[in-house]
Nanobody
Framework: QLQLVESGGGLVQPGGSLRLSCAAS????????IGWFRQAPGKEREGVSC????????YYADSVKGRFTISRDNAKNLVYLQMNSLKPGETAVYYC?????????????????WGQGTQVTVSS
């Protein structure tokens, strides 16, 4: 059973930056696609970004393109989401998720493993 633990959330002012981390309980490089999702109160879960396990290719939702960057540290089994120029509307619980697949990553939410989430609040 793969376990994922997010960290790095917190309170940030509009325009500020945060880096979220997702720690995996075991080696995932090459075997799993990783996705970052967020859910704001009263809203549906939204796919933000993902990275394919096979070749490291990435995807970003249009709303975050150019501001968010997904990356990974294979040696440490860590996946990051660097978030810049944050907006108040991006206040949400952010989740990382993993799915065993060598296919190109997707953000449809059909992932087998999920973290507990980390709260990000963008407010002045």
């Amino acid at each position: 059973q793969l376990q994922l633990v997010e960290s790095g959330g917190g309170l940030v002012q509009p325009g500020g930056s945060l880096r979220l981390s997702c720690a995996a309980s075991r080696f995932i490089y090459g075997y799993y696609m990783i996705g970052w999702f967020r859910q704001a109160p009263g809203k549906e879960r939204e796919g933000v970004s993902c990275m394919s396990g096979s070749d490291g290719s990435t995807y970003y939702a249009d709303s975050v393109k150019g501001r968010f960057t997904i990356s990974r540290d294979n040696a440490k089994n860590l996946v990051y989401l660097q978030m810049n120029s944050l907006k108040p509307g991006e206040t949400a619980v952010y989740y990382c998720a993993a799915d065993i697949s060598s296919s190109r990553c997707r953000v449809d939410g059909r992932y087998d493993y999920w973290g507990q989430g980390t709260q990000v609040t963008v407010s002045s």
